[in-house]
């Protein structure tokens, strides 16, 4: 018997986390696109060491440059991003399209720098092998990759912001107290005395 009380407020402390988690996304849905934003920065930023090895194994024509603006602009698109959306006002559209701007931007150096990934390991003469020595070069491209779909599910949650976010609202996060089904009208007319 004493076991299942610990239980029960354990289950009500995890729904009550959830509530207030849906409660502060009713009040700022764009935390959605925020939260794909800062895992494409991890991702990019946590395994720069294997970019940077693949950039001076290859030596591509501008990858130095690739990576180097996928990197600014992944840093700055936050600056931006927090910008857009100023605390209880509407957003910013000029800041909006800057985003954008930079989302696209980033997805095209990465592609840049996949396409010079490619012709370096497919060429005919002289090609790149990918062998255990330089397993890094798989990883990088890997890596770029999952930066340029995290990168574009952000672009697409902006872009689909003001249908889910009227979603969002419509949830009930009311608590429900016992007792209150009960509790009758109050009059707080004055009483003529």
Not at 79 to 97: D, E, Q, Y
Not at 142 to 167: C, D, E, M, N, R
Request: hydrophobic fraction near 50%.
């Amino acid at each position: 018997m004493a076991d299942q009380k610990p239980a029960k407020k354990q289950g009500r402390g995890i729904r009550e986390f959830f509530r207030k988690t849906m409660v502060s996304l009713k009040r700022s849905p764009q935390r959605i696109p925020l939260v794909f934003l800062a895992l494409a920065f991890l991702i990019y930023s946590l395994n720069l060491s294997s970019i940077a090895n693949t950039t001076a194994r290859i030596n591509g024509a501008n990858m130095g440059q690739c990576e180097f603006v996928a990197m600014l602009f992944s840093i700055l698109a936050f600056v931006v991003f927090l910008r857009t959306f100023p605390r209880r006002k509407s957003a910013n559209k000029i800041m909006l399209g800057l985003l954008f701007f930079m989302l696209a931007l980033l997805v095209f150096v990465d592609a840049v720098y996949i396409t010079r990934i490619v012709s370096a390991v497919t060429r005919t003469e002289n090609p790149i092998v990918i062998d255990e020595a330089s397993k890094f070069i798989s990883t990088a491209q890997t890596i770029v990759w999952l930066h340029i779909v995290f990168v574009g599910i952000t672009a697409l949650l902006l872009a689909l912001l003001p249908l889910y976010s009227k979603a969002i609202r419509k949830i009930n996060t009311s608590i429900e107290v016992e007792g209150n089904e009960n509790i009758d009208a109050i009059d707080i007319s004055e009483d003529d005395e």
